[in-house]
């Protein structure tokens, strides 16, 4: 084993009425790449936030190369050579890439001096990012590389990453990885907190897993399989989503020929697609976040309005009709921005249920709102989505990501839905989560929903697609069956990685 | 009608000097405002500064003193704005709201014993040279050190937002504070620090209502600007030089009803009066067409939980 650079000695962190951290201890080595394993709420941002300085310990001690190590603040976790990429991204919309950068550095150089390193860096770990363009117009995938390269810009001891491939495509992913191994060959130490477990077996050195709390073992991900790893988390056997055969019936969603401009003035806009979904079919739509994903989203809600003709339900004309019109016929969605889009940050869970349940479970009548149903509803989705809350009258922001997509998205499958539109149903959603979120659309799909998953995690879409297609730049390729469908197919549906390229090694070295 | 008694060099001239209380009270506004506070306090720490100017120019007979002496009045009354909603995390609209009544009240009871009373005059600068130059000279350069300050001041204002680090940490605040506070910036502090700037830009504005504009005391004599001044802000998009072309808008359209009511314009006074208020308004809305956005975090109550 290679010098220690952080320690990590009994640190314990509680709040009212949870312990989130619980005596927990373990070593990052120089150059080590530390997977942080745990279901939400185990704990795992809690902990990365003591290391950086965002929250003080109640006890416990860090020392980080041989001194003991306990930032006040970020600045000083930072000053200690130590980054971090957020979950939850703390970028400032309607400021500049340089100048989002910027505010996360000690000691920026001259705007103009920082746009260029920011191009050669971002090009140098083939992330490629304009630095004049506003962050609020940015894909999540794209306000991720904003995120990363802030931190790379830095030259970090200790890189933290929570949750940094939810967004991104395979290639993405491949990228990221070759950036961070680079990074560790150099000595940097990465602390890497995913859910993902076959990609911490191909990049992590040593794992460590945290379940309420408490440090619950330790592994070798590349000796260890995803199944017991996972099983390490929940402490317990993980259910596998599992699919009967369902009968395939009419065409229940049809969209031909669809071109729409983009409402954002940076986004996508959507050209000649046509879709078919039937009753019972599951479609995949993969691609990276920022090809039109939202767009079309917004075009199967009615957030976007087109031609009467151009969206079809069962036969229907239903172009020109709103959200909550197409809502009534059985069309529903759920967006992939759960905090803003898909629900109402400050408002209680109860009514949160009530914003999309209101036409199709009766919870209104005469413009009159019947709160008891509503609580019931939401109840319901709670109990049945297994959301970890206190109860339905809490806000939706007081829930982890990960909770709040368990009932944003069993919220419109409990309404029985005819046709139901998801995008990154499981982003940041842990692995029995995002499990029992899949099975749940398998289940709605063989009771004769047509299901629409906007995904960017390929082997979500595997998993349960029945026809595969991919978006790029707005458009959509054919459908093909997904069964039997290869990486390599998906990745030429794809067209390659978009806009990405490998990473320029020597240039790469050349910054150092 | 005689529309020959209309002087236009003084036209132009008293146009700068009706805009400016506006001008600097909107300037302050805009800083805090960019840090994501709304303080509708304007109004008050104007009124505020307007006797706090006055009596201590009257007082020592130097205006210059009371010019100081009224952004020190605004800066105070500025921080029971901040101790109220950065401290005690009260609502900014209703402490803002309390902050003009509040100032209003206190500054009749201080200027009880001014009315009345003339206050030391506040030189002209007449700069050497240029004021000589005909027509513009006379317009341009014949005015106070005040005026020329205040349009100093957004030239700074602007060179401060656009190209310091200070100014963009104070972008960032007003944006998102969550994620300033994560980065490591002392929210509350930097938002404190935007409110007495803003309060005593408004208790300058407010003293050369008192000391140059009108001059003399009388309560409530802000008569409003400060919430043209706030209202300035929106409609300029929070930008530095659209607050100025604001101001001085709206400063030229009041000077000139003026002249046109002492010209005895077949227009009813109404209507004058209130065209300064309608074109101003209608001029800042086209201009702000563009994809003008308020601070994101405006208005919000900030509180350190993580």
Known sequence: ?512 | MDLSAINPILLLASLMVAATPILLAATGELIAEKAGVLNLGVEGMMIFGAICGFATAVETGSPWLGFLAASVGGAVLSLLFVILTQLALANQVASGLALTLFGLGLSALLGQGYVGVKPPPTPDLHIPGLSQIPFVGEILFTHDVVLYFSIVLVALVWLFLRSTRAGLILRAVGENHDAAHALGYKVVLIRSLAIVFGGACAGLGGAYISLVRVPQWTEGMTAGVGWIALALVVFASWRPWRVLIGAYLFGGITVLQLNLQAAGVAIPVEYLAMSPYIITIVVLVLLSRDKARAPAALGRIFHASS
């Open chain 1, 1 to 512: 084993m290679t010098e220690t650079l952080l320690k990590i000695e009994r640190l314990t962190k509680a709040y009212p009425g949870v312990v989130a951290n619980d005596n927990v201890s373990f070593d990052i080595g120089v150059g080590e790449v530390h997977a942080l394993l745990g279901e939400n709420g185990a704990g795992k941002s809690t902990l990365v936030k003591m290391i950086y300085g965002l929250v003080k310990p109640d006890s416990g001690t860090m020392t980080l190369r041989g001194t003991p190590f306990a930032p006040a603040e970020p600045r000083a976790a930072r000053a200690d050579g130590i980054a971090m990429v957020f979950q939850h991204f703390s970028l400032f919309e309607a400021l500049t890439v340089a100048e989002n950068v910027a505010l996360g550095m000690e000691d920026p150089p001259q705007m103009r001096d920082l746009a260029r390193r920011i191009t050669e860096v971002s090009e140098a770990y083939g992330l490629p990012l304009d630095p004049s363009r506003i962050v609020g117009d940015l894909s999540a995938g794209e306000r991720q590389r904003v995120e990363i390269i802030r931190c790379l810009l830095q030259d970090p001891k200790l890189l933290i990453m929570d949750e940094p491939t939810s967004v991104l495509t395979p290639q993405e992913v491949e990228i990221l990885f070759q950036t961070l191994r680079k990074l560790s060959s150099e000595g940097t130490a990465i602390l890497y907190i995913s859910h993902k477990l076959e990609e911490i077996r191909a990049l992590c050195d040593n794992a460590t897993i945290l379940r309420l709390g408490k440090n619950v073992g330790t592994c070798v991900p590349r000796d260890t399989t995803a199944k017991e790893m996972a099983e390490l988390m929940v402490g317990g056997t993980l259910q596998i989503p599992t699919r009967k055969p369902g009968e395939v019936g009419e065409i229940a969603m049809e969209i031909s020929g669809l071109s729409v401009p983009s409402p954002s003035e940076f986004g996508t806009s959507l050209k000649d697609v046509s879709i078919q979904v039937r009753a019972g079919e599951i479609l995949g739509v993969g691609g990276v976040a920022g090809n039109g994903q939202d767009e079309l989203l917004g075009v199967l809600s009615g957030e976007i309005l087109s031609a009467p003709d151009a969206v079809q339900l069962h036969g229907q004309p239903v172009g020109r009709l709103g959200p909550v019109a197409r809502r009534r016929l059985g069309l529903l969605a759920a967006p992939e921005e759960r905090l803003g889009h898909a629900a109402a940050p400050n408002m209680s869970l109860t009514e949160n249920a009530l914003l999309t349940g209101a036409v199709r479970e009766g919870l209104e009548r005469n413009g009159f709102l019947s709160w008891p149903k509503a609580k019931t509803f939401a109840e319901r989705i709670i109990e049945t989505f297994d959301v970890r809350t206190p109860g339905p009258e809490n806000a939706a922001r007081s829930l982890s990501g990960g909770n709040l997509q368990k009932f944003v998205i069993g919220r419109e499958v409990l309404q029985r839905p005819e046709v139901l539109v998801v995008n990154q149903p499981t982003w940041g959603v842990d692995a029995s989560a995002a499990a029992a979120i899949r099975q749940a659309l398998l289940d709605l799909a063989q009771k004769g929903t047509a299901v629409i998953c906007i995904s960017q995690d390929l082997d979500e879409l595997m998993e349960i697609s029945d026809n595969f297609a991919a978006l790029t730049e707005g458009r959509l390729s054919p459908p093909r069956a997904a069964a039997g469908l290869t990486v390599e197919q998906i990745g030429l549906m794809l067209g390659g990685a978009h806009g990405m390229e490998v990473a320029h090694i020597d240039t790469a070295e050349a910054r150092t």
